[in-house]
C-alpha cells in the first residue's frame, strides 16, 4: 500500500440532485439613465448569468431579479475590482422607477 492513497472513494452519491447555489457579495449599485443596474464588486460575473439581486437603501429593501450584461475589470483606489451592468428582468415584480428609488 503507498502512503497517502485511499483503496476505495470517499463518498458516492445515490441519485443525482440538483439544487441551487446561493452565494451572497456585497456591491455598490447605483442606477444607470438607461434604465439598467451597475454594480462593482469585487467577483466577476459572466454575462447572461441570471442574478437575485437584494437592493437596500434610503430605509427601503427590495428584491430584484436581474440579468448580468457585461462585466469589465476596473481599478479602484489602486485594487482590481469589476464593474457589472445588469439588467432588470421584465418578469421581476420590480420596476426601474422602483430601484432607482431605492439606489438612489
Not at 17 to 30: I, S, Y
Request: charged share 25%; net charge negative; hydrophobic share 50%.
Amino acid at each position: 500500500m503507498l502512503a497517502g492513497r485511499r483503496r476505495h472513494e470517499r463518498f458516492a452519491l445515490a441519485q443525482r440532485c440538483t439544487g441551487a447555489l446561493r452565494v451572497l457579495t456585497d456591491a455598490v449599485v447605483q442606477h444607470a439613465p438607461d434604465g439598467s443596474l451597475l454594480a462593482i464588486t469585487h467577483a466577476p460575473c459572466v454575462a447572461e448569468e441570471r442574478l437575485t439581486l437584494d437592493v437596500a437603501g434610503d430605509g427601503a429593501s427590495m428584491r430584484v431579479d436581474v440579468m448580468v450584461a457585461d462585466s469589465r475589470p476596473v481599478i479602484i483606489e489602486g485594487s482590481v475590482r469589476h464593474r457589472v451592468t445588469l439588467l432588470i428582468q421584465e418578469a421581476s415584480a420590480a420596476s426601474t422607477d422602483d430601484v432607482a428609488a431605492v439606489v438612489a
